[in-house]
C-alpha cells in the first residue's frame, strides 16, 4: 500500500481527518480524491503552513 492507498482508505473511514500526503515524487499513483501533494524536500516554513492550515 502506498501513501495515497493509504490516505484514500483514511478518508474512506472518515472524509473529515485531513491528510497531507509527502512524497519525493510529483505524482502518486491512486491519488483517486486529489490529495494534497507536498513535494520532498519540502521547506519546513511551507511545512508549518500548510499544518497550520489544516489544524485551523
Not at 492507498?5 to 485531513?18: G, P, R, T, V, Y
Not at 502518486?28 to 480524491?33: F, K, L, V
Amino acid at each position: 500500500m502506498n501513501s495515497c492507498e493509504l490516505a484514500n482508505s483514511i478518508k474512506e473511514m472518515n472524509d473529515k481527518i485531513k491528510v497531507i500526503v509527502i512524497s519525493a515524487y510529483e505524482n502518486i499513483e491512486g491519488n483517486t480524491i486529489n490529495l494534497e501533494l507536498l513535494q520532498k524536500p519540502i521547506p519546513l516554513q511551507l511545512l508549518v503552513e500548510k499544518v497550520n492550515s489544516y489544524i485551523k
